[in-house]
C-alpha cells in the first residue's frame, strides 16, 4: 500500500490538469498513489488525467461522481485513498518536486523525537518508584534533597512534554534529557549521605 495518497479533487479543469497531474509525477518520493475525483466535469478533464496517468510511474484511480463541490470531492478521494497520509491538490495548483519528499522526511523525525523523549520520560518515571520523597536506596536523606529529586524529574518530564509539543530536534532532545536524568542520577548518589539521625541516636 502507499504511504501518501494526492488526492486531487476536479471540475471542468482540461485547461490547467496537465500541469498539476505532471507536477505529481515530478515527485522525488515514490511510494504515493494519485487519486482525481471528477466532480461531474463536462469538458476533457478525464480524458486528460487518464492519459497523462497513464504514461506516469504511479498507482491511480479516476473516480467519478456527480457535481457535488469540492468539499464533497475530497470527503470521496479519502474514502477511496488506501495511503497512511494524504496530500490534497487542487486541479489548478501545482507541487514542488521535493515537496512530498521533504515534508515525510519531518515526519519521521518529528515521530523519532517524540519516540526518543517518550523513552526519557518512562525511564524517569522508573527512577521515581525507586526514589520516595524521602529516602534513596533504603537511606534517609534530608527534605532538601528529596525536594531536590523531585525538582529534577519534574524538569526531566516537563522537557519531555515540551520537546513533543514544540517539536525539538531529536538530538537536542535526547541531550537535554540525558543531562537531566544524569543530574537526577547524581543526586541519587549524594543524597545517599545526607542521613536524618535516627530516633536511636537522638
Same mark, same amino acid.
Given at each position: 500500500?502507499?504511504?501518501?495518497?494526492?488526492?486531487?479533487?476536479?471540475?471542468?479543469?482540461?485547461?490547467?490538469?496537465?500541469?498539476?497531474?505532471?507536477?505529481?509525477?515530478?515527485?522525488?518520493?515514490?511510494?504515493?498513489?494519485?487519486?482525481?475525483?471528477?466532480?461531474?466535469?463536462?469538458?476533457?478533464?478525464?480524458?486528460?488525467?487518464?492519459?497523462?496517468?497513464?504514461?506516469?510511474?504511479?498507482?491511480?484511480?479516476?473516480?467519478?461522481?456527480?457535481?457535488?463541490?469540492?468539499?464533497?470531492?475530497?470527503?470521496?478521494?479519502?474514502?477511496?485513498?488506501?495511503?497512511?497520509?494524504?496530500?490534497?491538490?487542487?486541479?489548478?495548483?501545482?507541487?514542488?518536486?521535493?515537496?512530498?519528499?521533504?515534508?515525510?522526511?519531518?515526519?519521521?523525525?518529528?515521530?523519532?523525537?517524540?519516540?526518543? @523523549?517518550?523513552? !526519557?520520560?518512562? %525511564?524517569?518515571?522508573?527512577?521515581? *518508584?525507586?526514589? =520516595? #520523597?524521602?529516602?534513596?536506596?533504603?537511606? &534517609?536523606?534530608?527534605?532538601?534533597?528529596?525536594?531536590?529529586?523531585?525538582?529534577?524529574?519534574?524538569?526531566?518530564?516537563?522537557? @519531555?512534554?515540551? !520537546?513533543?509539543? %514544540?517539536?525539538?530536534?531529536?538530538? *537536542?532532545?535526547? =541531550? #537535554?534529557?540525558?543531562?537531566?536524568?544524569? &543530574?537526577?542520577?547524581?543526586?541519587?548518589?549524594?543524597?545517599?549521605?545526607?542521613?536524618?539521625?535516627?530516633?536511636?541516636?537522638?
Amino acid at each position: 500500500m502507499p504511504f501518501v495518497s494526492v488526492v486531487i479533487p476536479a471540475y471542468n479543469a482540461a485547461e490547467w490538469v496537465a500541469e498539476t497531474i505532471e507536477s505529481v509525477l515530478q515527485q522525488t518520493y515514490n511510494d504515493l498513489e494519485v487519486i482525481v475525483v471528477n466532480d461531474g466535469s463536462t469538458d476533457r478533464t478525464v480524458d486528460i488525467a487518464e492519459e497523462i496517468l497513464r504514461k506516469g510511474r504511479f498507482p491511480y484511480r479516476i473516480v467519478d461522481q456527480e457535481n457535488s463541490g469540492p468539499s464533497s470531492s475530497r470527503n470521496r478521494g479519502c474514502r477511496t485513498a488506501r495511503g497512511t497520509w494524504i496530500q490534497f491538490l487542487d486541479a489548478d495548483d501545482l507541487l514542488h518536486p521535493r515537496k512530498i519528499e521533504v515534508q515525510v522526511g519531518e515526519q519521521h523525525g518529528r515521530a523519532e523525537h517524540q519516540r526518543v @523523549a517518550l523513552q !526519557a520520560a518512562e %525511564l524517569l518515571l522508573g527512577e521515581q *518508584r525507586r526514589v =520516595t #520523597a524521602h529516602q534513596v536506596e533504603g537511606r &534517609a536523606v534530608g527534605p532538601a534533597v528529596g525536594l531536590a529529586l523531585g525538582l529534577a524529574l519534574g524538569v526531566a518530564l516537563g522537557l @519531555a512534554g515540551a !520537546a513533543i509539543a %514544540l517539536d525539538m530536534p531529536a538530538a *537536542r532532545t535526547a =541531550t #537535554a534529557l540525558n543531562a537531566t536524568a544524569a &543530574a537526577l542520577l547524581t543526586l541519587r548518589v549524594i543524597g545517599g549521605s545526607f542521613r536524618r539521625p535516627s530516633r536511636a541516636g537522638l
